[in-house]
């Protein structure tokens, strides 16, 4: 082969490549988000964060599904509480790889398939977790374990994500260890709450823990 020719045959294998990782991200339906909007756990609300998962699905090719983000709120001002489990349709969810990482809600809430290496930002990376410089494994869920809401008080949500200062919001960890959450620490989407000096949701406050503003993203159709 002439050295012309395996250039030419060298760059339709990459192509070939990219175009299936393309297809693969535009089947993917669930993803961890590749950054927040960097004002620490102030999200815009629901809505807000709604809107920062489509358009890192649209940048990723997978913009034609709804997305939604895995987040619960607290009832407040005559608004009731919303459970994230309830916003993220039945499933089942694959990653920007092709692997399913839960079949349905039940299945999510249960023994599923999120790790480290398949709980994947919507370009199909890994996100950083423990060992990694810098750390940035917790998600934002705003969430108990069975991916319901908590009470009113204490603010589990930094005032259901309008509040980048004062308040607390629950975390779970992205690289979780191995498929089940048989304690606290390894829950993949009830952890801990994030503190921090400037008051527990600050982007710095965010990082101080490990984390970075991220959370999980669901396509609900």
């Known amino acids: 082969m002439t050295k012309k020719r395996f250039y030419v045959a060298a760059s339709a294998a990459l192509l070939c490549l990219g175009a299936g990782a393309q297809a693969q991200q535009a089947n993917m339906t669930f993803f961890v988000t590749s950054a927040g909007p960097g004002k620490g756990a102030d999200l815009g609300g629901l809505s ?51 692997e399913v990482v839960a079949k349905s809600v039940d299945e999510l809430h249960g023994a599923n398939n999120l790790t480290k290496q398949t709980a994947l ?14 750390n940035m494994h917790d998600a934002l869920t705003g969430s108990q374990p069975d991916g319901r809401a908590f009470p009113a008080d204490p603010d589990m949500t930094c005032k259901n994500y309008t509040s980048g200062t004062a308040g607390a919001v629950m975390l779970g960890h992205i690289d979780r260890q191995g498929l089940r959450d048989d304690d606290a620490s390894k829950s993949w989407n009830s952890s801990h709450p994030s503190r921090g000096p400037g008051g527990g949701c600050t982007q710095d406050d965010l990082k101080s823990t490990g984390g970075a503003g991220l959370f999980y993203c669901f396509a609900v159709r």
Do not use: F, M
């Not at 930002?121 to 810098?134: F, I, L, M, S, W």
């Open 48 to 98: 807000g964060a709604d809107q920062h998962c489509q358009t890192l699905a649209a940048a990723a090719g997978a913009g034609s599904k709804t997305w939604h983000a895995y987040l619960s709120s607290s009832a407040a001002g005559g608004t009731p509480a919303v459970n994230a489990r309830d916003r993220i349709g039945a499933g089942p969810w694959q990653n920007a790889k092709g």
């Open 121 to 134: 930002n919507e370009k199909g990376a890994v996100v950083n977790g423990r060992g990694d410089t810098p």
